[in-house]
Structure formats: structure tokens, C-alpha cells
């Protein structure tokens, strides 16, 4: 796919409206999410490879994200069951939003038309959005590496 990505939001500018869940059916907005610097990665699935390979990637350098203030949170349209069975599946220490509305993806531009196996299908734009305490977007990562998404993230921070 190429790099030119849709999105709604840029560097700089406040975490659009949208209203979701976590995994535990708690609400989630953008209110709900001021007063932490935040990582919010957008992903397809619970458990499917790539996003499997993310999320534990995520997991395992938890705890350098941790010190240094950062909330981590996974956005997918897998529903609050599906999220927990997939927190516990592979012991995730972080918060699942349940977007199964797309009222987030859609509120960053991270859902649409995209090609898949050589298709065109409408699906999630595997992005990082990074936010201060006050909710303003500092750093977007759209290239996303799977497996490697910690060192990206630890890069573009200064970890």
C-alpha cells in the first residue's frame, strides 16, 4: 500500500470526538483519556498474526513505556469479550477499546478503503497516535512495523 494514508488528525491537534469501551465495557473518550500521555495503537484484530505480533511486542517493552508515564491502548472493532479473551490469552497489561461502532477509527481517519491480498476492502489503517496530558497529538507513527513497533515508538519518544 502506498504511503499516502487518509487521517483525520495531525500533529498538534486535540483527540477528535468519538465515544467507545474498553474491555471491561467502561467508557472511553477522548475526556476519559486527558490527564495521561497516551499510546494508541489501531490495529485489525485480536488475534491474527500481525496484530498478535504487535500487541505482544507492545507487551513485552511495557514496562519502559510505563516509567516513563504512558498509558497503552489497543483500538480495534473486536468486541469487550473478544478483547479480554485476547488480554488473557497473552497476558496483556494494557486496555483494549472495543470500537465496534468505528466511532474512534473513523474520528482519527483510520478506516477505510485499503488493499488487502491484492483486494480492495475496507479495514483499519494500522497507526500509532501518541498524545500529551492535555489530549494533544504529539507523534503519529503510520509505518508501522509490527514486531518492531516498541523500537519505533522508544525512537520517536526519546526512550
Known amino acids: 500500500m502506498s504511503n499516502d494514508k487518509k487521517g483525520n488528525v ?21 475526556d476519559t483519556l486527558k490527564g495521561h500521555k497516551n499510546i494508541i495503537f489501531f490495529y ?16 513485552d517493552n511495557f514496562k519502559a513505556f510505563d516509567s516513563k ?14 478483547h479480554q479473551k485476547f488480554i488473557n490469552k497473552y497476558d496483556l497489561p494494557y486496555s483494549l477499546i472495543a470500537d465496534k461502532e468505528l466511532s474512534m477509527m473513523s ?10 491480498m491484492g483486494k480492495q476492502v475496507n479495514g483499519v489503517y494500522r497507526t500509532t497516535v501518541v498524545t500529551n496530558e492535555k489530549g494533544i497529538i504529539t507523534h503519529i507513527i503510520e509505518d508501522v512495523v509490527s514486531g518492531d513497533h516498541s523500537n519505533q515508538l522508544k525512537t520517536a519518544l526519546g526512550i
Open 10 to 30: 495531525k500533529v498538534g491537534d486535540v483527540i477528535p470526538a468519538f465515544d467507545a469501551v474498553n474491555e471491561k465495557g467502561e467508557k472511553v473518550t477522548p
Open 44 to 59: 485489525g484484530q485480536d488475534d491474527t498474526p500481525t496484530c498478535t505480533k504487535e500487541a505482544c511486542n507492545l507487551r
Open 69 to 82: 508515564g504512558y498509558r497503552i491502548y489497543g483500538v480495534s472493532k473486536d468486541n469487550e469479550k473478544k
Open 107 to 116: 474520528a482519527f481517519g483510520y478506516y477505510g478503503p485499503k488493499i488487502f
